[in-house]
């Protein structure tokens, strides 16, 4: 039997134990009401841990954490602010093997915090309306599963929530979390333009979020047939849609639907989405599964980087000290692009950072590997594309100097003898 709370009246000293481990629905998926509810509560409970993998509410700070211990799989959104003040326990690992591990016991799950639509489909389930990915694992092996229905969530198909299965429910009517676009630079543009033109028509693309991809899915309105099959898709794919380049005709599986383990933007993205039988929410063991991504002709992946080094490694996560972003879906997508049948996997990356003071482009990574160069096909920045797969360590370190910025290619060169000498 469900039990029903009032948001105002929600006391979780009698829902949780002192030393429950909490996984917390996750980006635009944040259950906002209960995270309040916990913040303002789970000190006086005591040992709480909780695990969110992205946040973008702006509700974990060092302050609001301050006896609440915060894991997650990387320092994505607002995570970054914990992540600078050491308030960020990070496990290294792939998005895709979130959901196996809470499976397993290896990431812990007393406690299941979950968003989640109305019941509104004809058997009064409801949908997990914009996040997939892991939730399903956690709402499985939770001891506890509270519920914050929230009528404002699209209903999207895909991963959905029997009644039954919520021991406590909130109900509650608030603007689901928003990340609104990211402006587009010139950098970004150019760095589109490159990228762009490895999109052909018919071909399955995946993206993040962010000025870069939103920029490359502006460039796309003369193609035809268009897929997508993504961890995460933005309001740039609503125009995309209505224009009719994205109709997913091509695709030898899950033909005329989009798939994606998440929605990341504004209410525009998840109107749009709202009981569209075109959209599908799945869990990252479909979105991110080899078998499955090996099914897919023609994908091209479009990933981000910190850093790439001379050799062809990736960077996504740590900057020197700072930490900055998270391992992902990265690895997974990489190889199934550069895998594919007429597909391509692109690293897309500023050539500089720190306002042209720093390349991105360097002779070592300041940070942990997150793609091996043994993965990686084709780099891109705004000066060009530089196609890795196959080629020679020391014809990588050519090709990566010419797309790195100018100012910075002589040193680049210095530095890059002893591969050109040694050959490695």
Known sequence: MTAVHEATGLDLARLLRPGDRIVIGQACGEPTTLVEALIEQGGGIGGLSAFIATSFSGLFTPASTARIRVASMGAIGTLRALAKEHRLQVIPCHVSQVGPMIEAGTLGCDIAFVQVSAAT?????????????????????ARVVVAEVNDQVPFVHGELLDPGEIDHAVHVSRPPVEVPPAAIGPVDEAIARHASAYIEDGAVIQTGVGAVPDAVLRLLHDRRDLGVHSGMIGDGLVELVRAGVVTNARKPIDRGVSITGALIGTRSL??????????????????????????????????SAVEVDLTGQVNAEQSGPAYLGGTGGQVDFVRAGARSPGGRALIA????????????????????????????????????A???????????????????????????????????????
């Open 386 to 424: 530089a196609e890795l797969k196959g080629r020679t360590l020391a014809e990588r370190a050519r090709r990566l100097i010419a797309v790195a910025h100018p100012d910075f290619r002589e040193a680049l060169e210095r530095q890059a003898r002893v591969i050109q000498t040694r050959g490695f």
């Open 349 to 384: 990356l500023p050539a500089t950072a720190k306002g042209g003071t720093i390349s991105r482009i360097t002779p070592a990574l300041s940070g942990p590997v997150t793609t091996a160069r043994s993965e990686v096909d084709v780099i891109v920045t705004e000066f060009g």
């Open 121 to 141: 489909d004809a058997e009064g389930r409801h949908s997990f309306g914009l996040i997939g990915d892991h939730v399903r694992a956690a709402v499985t092996a």
């Open 270 to 303: 998840y109107d749009a989405c709202d009981r569209d039988p075109a959209i599908r929410l799945c869990a990252t063991s479909y979105t991110h599964d080899a078998a499955v991504l090996a099914r897919l002709d023609r994908l091209v992946t479009i990933n």
